[in-house]
């Protein structure tokens, strides 16, 4: 999490990759947190 995550997309029909941050550590401020002790999931199981 910290250097970020791998994903792949389609751009004009071409498969790429990139690296995408899921924190600003340059601005946090930029940031939502949200601390929880317990969560529900509901929906259909796979």
Do not use: C, H, P, W
Request: net charge positive; proline share 0%.
């Amino acid at each position: 999490m910290i250097n970020g995550v791998s994903v792949e997309y389609e751009k004009d029909g071409e498969k790429r990759g990139d690296k995408v941050k899921l924190i600003d550590f340059n601005n946090i401020n930029n940031n939502q947190f949200l601390a929880v002790n317990q969560y529900t999931v509901k929906g259909i199981k796979q």
